[in-house]
């Protein structure tokens, strides 16, 4: 039997609603067929959880080397600074507005940026005030727990599906 992951329900479904049962004996007739999708769905499922467990093992690897390749940006990233503080620090003691060696020219570029001394003293013209509302799940919870009735919530219990 090909059976699909998504079918098993709808199969077992169908092979539960065609059960036929002996009036006289009580016996059920084709319980071989209802025991071959059992199989198949039980087969099914052992498979798909395998393959679950390997995608789950790729996925940590992959997570492993993306943490990897952030810490080696971040080294790199040091480096990049480090490197340029001490090339700015030598132009500023060399008195040197550019350098030009070959193929590389070094120079400052002016820019600039605001600094905020003091907010409180800031026009509330160039102010956006901004509220953000955090719903505190956790003693919610709790307070269900205890017996306390909240509005507008309920605690769903739901079946996790675990793969050992």
Do not use: C
Not at 16 to 41: K, Q, R, Y
Not at 134 to 140: H, L, M, S, T, V
Request: charged share 30%; aromatic share 4%; net charge negative.
């Amino acid at each position: 039997m090909n059976l699909k992951i998504y079918n098993i329900p709808a199969v077992l479904r169908q092979a539960f609603e065609s059960i036929e049962v002996d009036p006289e004996t009580g016996e059920i007739l084709n319980a071989d067929a209802l025991e071959s999708v059992e199989m198949a769905a039980t087969e099914k499922i052992a498979h798909v959880a395998r393959y679950i467990r390997e995608m789950e093992s790729n996925l940590a690897g992959m997570k492993e080397a993306k943490a990897a390749m952030d810490r080696r940006i971040k080294s790199q990233q040091r480096q990049i600074d480090w490197f340029k503080a001490n090339a700015k620090a030598g132009m500023i003691a060399l008195q040197a507005e550019s350098i030009e060696d070959g193929d590389i020219v070094v120079k400052f570029h002016k820019s600039s940026s605001l600094i905020i001394d003091d907010d409180s003293i800031i026009p509330s013209d160039f102010v956006t005030i901004i509220t953000d509302k955090k719903i505190d799940k956790r003693e919610i919870t709790k307070a269900i727990k205890a017996g306390t009735d909240v509005p507008g919530v309920h605690i769903e219990v739901r079946q996790n599906l675990v793969i050992e």
